[in-house]
C-alpha cells in the first residue's frame, strides 16, 4: 500500500524515527479492533530493541507482535499449514526446522492473496529496522507484506555486514516511490575519537591514527587479558561488552583471552594491585546450547522416559526446567510418558529460541561477550574490540565489522588486535594503519 523509509549512519536516530514515524500514522489512522502493529527485523538483539520501544508507544497498549523475519515465515507457515503443504509436500514443522526452506515457502504462501489479506486485516502498520540484512525470501516477504500495507523502514547499506557492494534492499528502497528520510550525525555518542574513526571507515579509509592509544597490540591472550582487565579497572562500566568477528570456536585466541578473565585475578601493567577474575557471560548461540542441552540429557535412539527427564531436569531453573515442564505437561494432557529423540530436539530447539528472545540478556556486575554480528542495533557504555587472526573476509568486510562494532559505544571503546612477534605488526596494516613508533 504505502512505504515510508529512513537512511542513515549508525546512532543517527532511524530507530526513534521509526517510532516516531509510527505515532504519526496512528494518530491519522488508530489501530481498530482486531488489529496490531507487526515489528520485523532481522537479528533478537534487534528483535529485543523492537520489542522495548513499541512498549513504549502509549497508543498500541500492548497491540504488538515484535518478532525476528525468521519468526514471522514459522507462524505464517503454522497458521496456514495446509497451502504450505501444497508448495512444499514433505515440509514438517514437528522437527527441527530448516529455516532456508521455512522461509521459501513462507513467502510464497504470503504471496497468495488469502494470506496478504489476513496480514493487512491484521497488521496494517509494518515497521521494519535492519531492512539492509533482508535478502532472498526474507525480502520477497516484506516486499509482499509493503504491497498490502503500510511499511515504515531502516536500513544503512554500510551495516550490511553478510555481504560487500550494494544491498538488494536498499536497491529496492530506492526504486520505489516510498518517502524518503535521509539522517545525518550520531547522536549515540559525543566521543570525537568514535565519531571520527566511524566517519574514516565508511568512507573506507583506515582509523588506527584516529584510535591511537584506544588501539593495541596483542602478542598472546595473556597480554590481552591484561588490556581488558587494565580497562575495566580505569573505566569501571556499567555496562560492557567484548565483541569479536568470530565466535570462541573459531577462535583460540578469544577462548583464552575470555577463559583467563574468568579463572584468576590479573596484575595489569599500570595498576598496583590484582583485578579479577571477571564474571564474562556469552550470549547465547542456539546451535551450540541444543548440541550441549542434548548431550545433558543423553537421549538415546530409542528416547527417554518421563522419570529419567524428572531426575535429569526436575530442579533446573533453566532450559533443562522448561524441558521437563513440556514433558510434564504431555503426561498431563496426553498420558505420555515416552519421548522420541526427534520430539526432544525439536522441543530442546524451541524453548532455547524463547529464551534468547524473551530472557534478559544484562546481568549486574558481568561483562557480556559477543559477535560483531549479534550487537547489531544494541548499544553499550563501552566496547572492547578482540580482534584475532580468524577474521576472515575482504578489507571492504573488515572495514564494515570494525565500524559496526565502535558504534555501538556510547562513551568509550578499544581495540585489541592479535599479533605475532615475528611480523610486522597488524596495527600498521588495513583497517588500522597507525603510525608505529620508530625502533631505533
Known amino acids: 500500500m504505502s512505504l515510508e523509509y529512513f537512511e542513515g549512519p549508525a546512532g543517527c536516530g532511524k530507530t526513534y524515527q521509526l517510532i516516531k514515524a509510527l505515532e504519526t500514522s496512528l494518530a491519522v489512522r488508530p489501530l481498530r479492533e482486531g488489529e496490531a502493529v507487526l515489528g520485523l527485523t532481522y537479528m533478537h538483539g534487534s528483535r529485543r530493541r ?91 516477504l516484506i516486499q509482499t507484506v509493503e504491497s498490502r500495507c503500510h511499511v515504515i523502514a531502516a536500513a544503512d547499506e554500510f551495516q550490511d555486514l553478510q555481504q560487500t557492494g550494494p544491498s538488494a534492499a536498499v536497491e529496492w528502497l530506492h526504486s520505489g516511490v516510498g518517502k524518503k528520510n535521509i539522517l545525518s550525525g550520531n547522536r549515540r555518542t559525543k566521543d570525537t575519537t568514535l565519531l571520527q574513526a566511524a566517519d574514516r571507515l565508511r568512507a573506507s579509509q583506515d582509523c588506527g591514527d584516529i584510535l591511537q592509544g584506544a588501539l593495541m597490540s596483542a602478542l598472546n591472550a595473556n597480554v590481552a587479558a591484561g588490556h581488558v582487565a587494565r580497562t575495566i579497572c580505569w573505566k569501571k562500566p556499567k555496562d560492557a561488552v567484548i565483541l569479536t568477528p568470530t565466535g570462541q570456536d573459531k577462535s ?126 544494541r548499544e553499550f557504555e563501552g566496547v572492547i574490540i578482540l580482534w584475532p587472526f580468524a577474521v576472515g573476509g575482504d578489507l571492504e568486510s573488515q572495514r564494515r565489522r570494525l565500524y559496526n562494532a565502535l558504534t555501538r559505544a556510547q562513551k568509550w571503546a578499544i581495540v585489541i588486535v592479535q599479533d605475532a612477534p615475528d611480523k610486522t605488526s597488524r596495527l600498521a596494516t588495513s583497517p588500522f594503519s597507525k603510525p608505529l613508533k620508530s625502533s631505533s
Not at 505464517?76 to 512444499?88: G, K, M, P, S, Y
Not at 513467502?107 to 533482508?134: F, H, M, N
Not at 531436569?313 to 529423540?341: P, T
Open 252 to 377: 583460540p585466541f578469544v577462548r583464552d583471552v575470555v577463559a583467563r578473565l574468568t579463572s584468576k585475578p590479573i596484575k595489569p601493567k599500570g595498576i598496583t594491585k590484582d583485578v579479577g577474575p571477571f564474571h564474562v557471560i556469552w550470549e547465547s548461540n542456539v546451535k551450540e546450547d541444543k548440541t550441549v542441552l542434548l548431550k545433558n540429557i543423553g537421549c538415546s535412539a530409542q528416547g527417554i522416559g518421563l522419570a529419567e527427564l524428572r531426575r535429569l531436569c526436575l530442579h533446573d531453573k533453566g532450559a533443562l526446567g522448561d524441558v521437563f515442564q513440556w514433558a510434564e505437561k504431555k503426561w498431563r494432557i496426553k498420558g505420555q510418558v515416552q519421548f522420541s529423540d526427534g520430539e526432544l530436539t525439536t522441543t530442546v530447539e524451541r524453548v532455547l529460541q524463547s529464551r534468547r528472545a524473551f530472557l534478559p540478556t544484562a546481568c549486574l556486575g558481568s561483562i557480556r561477550a559477543m559477535t560483531i554480528n549479534q550487537a547489531k542495533n
Open 50 to 140: 523492537m520489542h522495548n520501544q513499541l512498549a513504549k508507544v502509549p497508543c498500541l497498549r500492548g497491540r504488538f507482535l515484535a518478532c525476528t523475519l525468521d519468526s514471522l515465515a514459522r507462524r505464517v507457515i503454522c497458521r496456514w499449514r495446509t497451502l504450505a503443504r501444497d508448495i512444499e509436500p514433505k515440509l514438517d514443522l514437528g522437527v527441527s526446522a530448516d529455516f532456508t526452506i521455512v522461509s521459501h515457502v513462507a513467502a510464497l504462501v504470503t504471496a497468495k492473496g488469502i494470506v496478504s489479506s489476513w496480514l493487512r486485516l491484521r497488521y496494517p502498520i509494518v515497521v521494519v529496522d535492519e531492512l539492509q540484512d533482508c535478502k532472498g525470501d526474507h525480502l520477497c
